[in-house]
């Protein structure tokens, strides 16, 4: 609670920024109704409300404009194939300066918590388009993750997966990762492709078996050197395991539920 009224009055005082400062309001407001305090949760919805952002026409063809002469020309904004380049998941991310689309893109992620499906997708529209033209894979491919939601939680499961599909091939974050692997999971689940379940954990947690190989490969390395300190010699990726861990929870749930069928099945057939 105290990280989130910071942030608000940081990205009010400091970055001037109204997107993000509705955002961190409507996120206040969700934690305080989720502890059960409704009338001081809905106080902070309506504050935000009050002055809450809409993308208008004219506003989205200004931010177009400002971004179109950096389009890439290999890339016709159509194709789901997008030309990223390469970077190296080791760099650290230096936050130089908030762009739109991720003040977009932030808001309307706390929409969708919200249930506004409607202010949501226009925003998820023109934040994916704008990280596409601005090679901003991460922003892309969080983008994808939040349409696929609406898209499942709106009925429309066919095309929530073939987005969250597409998500897949560019989520390089891990936490983005899992909550890939779990939006996908649900959505075979509730439709039973149990088979498919297991096709699309298997092969994830051998993906994430061999990152941690490859860290402790790196760790091994490392620790012939007389520069590497202790720390960095018993450096555990915590999201990595966190990552595993719901695999596995999901592999259970799996399991759980085919061993569940199987016994009906053998019931009904007695």
């Known amino acids: 609670m105290p990280v989130l009224a910071m942030m608000e009055l940081f990205s009010k005082e400091v970055l001037a ?22 009338d001081e949760g809905n106080a902070l919805q309506a504050k935000a409300e009050a002055s809450k952002y809409d993308l208008s026409e004219e506003e989205r063809k200004v931010n177009f404009e400002k971004i179109k ?40 992620e706390e929409l969708v918590r919200w249930g506004e499906f409607v202010r949501a997708k226009v925003l998820l529209k023109e934040s994916n388009l704008h990280a596409r033209i601005l090679k901003d894979q991460d922003s892309y491919a969080k983008s994808l993750l939040l349409i696929a939601q609406i898209q499942f939680l709106e009925g429309e499961s066919a095309n929530s997966l073939r987005t969250i599909m597409i998500c897949h091939a560019y989520a390089k974050d891990i936490p983005l990762v899992e909550q890939a692997i779990i939006n996908t999971f649900n959505l075979l689940f509730t439709n039973e492709k149990f088979e498919d379940c297991e096709k699309l954990l298997d092969p994830s947690i051998e993906m994430l078996y061999g990152l941690r190989r490859s860290d402790e490969a790196k760790q091994t390395a490392g620790a012939a050197s007389a520069t590497t300190t202790v720390a960095e010699q018993t450096h555990i990726n915590l999201q990595l395991e966190y990552c595993l861990c719901t695999c596995f929870i999901l592999r259970a749930i799996l399991c759980l539920r085919v061993s569940q069928n199987t016994k009906m099945t053998l019931e009904d057939q007695d």
């Open 69 to 108: 002469a950096l389009k890439d020309e290999k890339d016709n904004l159509k194709s789901e194939h997008v030309p990223f380049e390469e970077g190296s998941a080791e760099e650290p991310h230096v936050v130089e300066n908030i762009r739109i689309h991720e003040s977009w893109l932030a808001y309307a």
């Open 17 to 38: 920024d109204p997107i993000l400062t509705s955002t961190n309001q409507l996120a206040r407001g969700r934690l305080v109704m989720n502890l059960g305090l409704k």
